[in-house]
């Protein structure tokens, strides 16, 4: 089968995860609905005036979009799997094969659709199959553009490698928002693990799924706009440098969830994520002492996630979301 931007939107229903949306939310599911037939809201505690757009937009294409109303927030984790659940029964009775996972604040670009059916059509022609059974596909993830910081995703780049010809390879991990997953993929490896919350949420799934031999592509071409934090650049010896200013409480599940995902990792095959996460984490932790507020406050809850971190894997487990949980949740 010759996938086409046209046949794929009838197989590709969507989930976007909101969290206190603002008012152009409802302008990115618009968007959204140029790439599939059918996407599902699940918002974790918003108040009303917050959803009062997403209801009308809901009320406007009925049928084509479902607004799930959780009470509080439940989590990244939870909402997609929420989401999801949802598009599987409903793949029972529609053509629904694929599932693409956004945040609140991603933008998907026009072409989207058209370029993640030529990356599919050139993976099935590598794996002699349009099945994604058959080619062991976890994750399709794409590049994004971050208005803030001007730059993208792009794997090559970040690497510092120089080649124009490819146009999709193979990695270890790519983040939630534009990711393409086959429902069938799914139902094998599992849902998000929802003790993670928000952090690393994306990552472990693949991991998890690179461990049961699974593949995790991402597409080059830069295909959704979406902001990392709030980024903002500075100065540092000679270098141009950015920092994501994000909140103390996202700190405390920066470090904690990279305690607890990386023992999950197949060390044979992705020591070098534990590597390159955990310097990355050292890297963001410096330029945020140097550059960002709060300094402080955010210093005491990363040290506050380690704790949590080690509790999780001690036989004090039980006592982690009780010491550590509410606390943080509840922002």
């Known amino acids: 089968m010759l996938y086409t931007a046209q046949n794929l939107k009838l197989e590709v229903a969507l989930v976007m995860v909101t969290f206190h949306p603002d008012r152009q939310v ?62 599987t029964d409903l793949s029972r009775s529609r053509p629904f094969r694929w599932v693409a996972l956004l945040d609140q604040d991603s933008l998907l670009r026009p072409e989207y659709l058209t370029e993640v059916a030529s990356s599919l059509n050139r993976l099935a022609f590598v794996h002699g199959s349009s099945d994604p059974a058959m080619m062991k596909l976890a994750v399709l993830g794409v590049t994004h553009f971050d208005p803030d910081s001007k730059l993208t995703s792009d794997p090559l780049r970040i690497n510092r490698i120089s080649v124009r010809n490819i146009l999709e390879l193979p990695v270890r991990t790519v983040i939630t928002s534009g990711s393409l997953i086959p429902l069938s993929s799914w139902n094998t490896i599992g849902e998000m693990w929802e003790a993670l919350f928000i952090d690393h949420v994306d990552h472990e799934y693949c991991l ?25 650049i500075h100065k540092f010896l000679g270098r141009t440098v950015c920092s994501s200013n994000h909140s103390a409480f996202r700190w405390f599940y920066f470090v904690r969830n990279y305690l607890l995902v990386a023992p999950k990792v197949d060390w044979r095959r992705d020591w070098r994520w534990v590597a390159r996460e955990g310097r990355s984490l050292v890297y963001r932790f410096f330029l945020m002492c140097l550059f ?9 809850f990363c040290l506050r996630g380690m704790l949590a971190g080690f509790v999780y894997w001690s036989p004090f487990r039980r006592f982690e979301s009780s010491w550590f949980g509410p606390a943080y949740i509840s922002n």
Do not use: C, P
């Open 292 to 300: 960002e507020d709060n300094r402080l406050s955010k210093v005491a």
């Open 208 to 232: 998890r799924a690179r461990k049961l031999g699974y593949h995790v592509v991402q597409i080059r071409k830069a295909l959704m706009t979406h902001t990392i934090g709030r980024s903002s």
């Open 26 to 87: 409802v302008d990115r599911i618009s968007a959204a609905l140029q790439h599939g037939d059918f996407i599902v809201v699940v918002d974790n505690g918003s108040n009303s005036n917050e959803l009062n757009g997403i209801r009308t937009l809901s009320t406007e294409y009925s049928g084509r979009v479902e607004l799930i109303e959780n009470r509080q927030n439940l989590g990244v984790a939870a909402a997609l799997n929420i989401g999801v659940r949802w598009i």
